[in-house]
């Protein structure tokens, strides 16, 4: 989840993503490093968040547990910077410009909406590293583009909705149309019916580009989710970063199951009064791929072009913190042979529906 999918303390939380766009609502901008000037000499790495900000309990908090790890384990400073809401791509570049010119190493755009202007403001700062997450598009000597199979993930999910739904109606819900969130979907829709031909998903999405506001408002994911839960569906699946959260409560006031996404929302604080009724997430390590980064540049080995994580390196992945999933034997069975035949290359996951 644009990601899209809000990216969550990671473990939060794709998508948003955002987005990826994987994942919404605007602040300004802030530095928050204890002395970041254009005459720093110690380390210092920064992210830039997508559409929705940190608090997402998704996407964007996830990106933010791997700089607070990253701040901890290697003894750097660290900055980060808000999105605001109905930003253009200037507003972008101003916002990289302005943490590259402050001599953050590794820059990190949290999202594919940052792509256009990474390779601008990339190709300024060639003895920066700049990180796009969910995005392949915009290449340079000095971009490390962080992608993830999300499809293989959702996939799982697919398995585990097919076989707690008691209807035989589940649903995907997306924050904003676009192709990383396809990938979700399309995983998602496989793995239902490779588990229960008979099986009926019900999809839908938030908003259409190039209004990203389906990865920010928790009332549209929430009035999705009930439209859903009337067509019958008892587990609904949304990768739709912080307006996930009010399909989640949805679900859970209905007394139906929700997976969550990006990052482990069962663990979520914000979450925690749905937790009962959070059957699994769809987990992204954007936690480690942020983290990874910033130790290259340290290491003095940047990491540069395509940086894929899948099922095989636990880079994606479903989620048992639950223990009535983990009691599931029959649930957790059947994702568990998914993962295996996936990883075995017996099983190829769709990246469109």
Request: hydrophobic share 40%; charged share 25%.
């Amino acid at each position: 989840m644009r990601r899209i999918t809000r990216i969550a303390t990671v473990g939060i939380a794709s998508a948003a993503l955002a987005l990826s766009a994987t994942a919404c609502g605007g602040k300004k901008s802030s530095d928050a490093s204890s002395s970041s000037s254009s005459e720093t000499k110690s380390a210092s790495a920064a992210i830039a968040y997508d559409v929705g900000g940190r608090g997402d309990q998704s996407f964007n908090d996830a990106a933010y547990a791997g700089l607070e790890k990253a701040q901890k384990d290697l003894k750097i400073k660290t900055a980060e910077a808000e999105p605001t809401e109905g930003e253009s791509e200037a507003d972008k570049v101003q916002r990289l410009t302005e943490l590259a010119r402050k001599g953050n190493n590794p820059v990190i755009g949290v999202g594919f909406s940052y792509a256009p202007a990474i390779k601008k403001v990339a190709a300024k700062f060639p003895n920066t590293t700049f990180g796009i997450i969910d995005d392949t598009s915009q290449t340079d000597k000095n971009i490390a583009n962080l992608v993830f199979n999300e499809e293989q993930g959702s996939y799982l999910a697919g398995v585990a909705a097919a076989k707690a739904s008691k209807s035989g109606t589940v649903g995907f819900i997306g924050g904003v149309e676009v192709p990383l969130i396809k990938k979700f979907q399309a995983g998602f829709e496989q793995g239902v019916k490779d588990t229960n031909p008979n099986a009926k998903v019900l999809s839908a999405y938030l908003t259409q580009p190039p209004d990203f506001s389906g990865f920010a408002k928790p009332d549209l994911g929430k009035a999705a989710a009930k439209g859903q839960l009337d067509g019958g569906a008892d587990v609904i699946y949304a990768a739709a970063g912080l307006a996930g959260s009010g399909a989640i409560e949805a679900a859970s006031t209905a007394g139906k199951w929700a997976i969550g996404v990006d990052s482990d929302q069962y663990n979520q604080p914000g979450l925690a009064k749905y937790k009962d009724h959070i059957l699994t997430s769809v987990t992204k390590d954007v936690s480690l791929a942020v983290y990874d980064l910033i130790k290259s540049v340290k290491d003095g080995k940047p990491e540069s072009g395509e940086v894929r994580y899948g099922l095989d390196k636990n880079g994606v992945a479903l989620a048992d913190s639950n223990p009535q999933y983990k009691a599931m034997a029959d649930v957790t069975a059947a994702v568990e042979k998914a993962k295996a035949d996936i990883i075995a290359k017996k099983i190829t996951v769709k990246t469109a529906p």
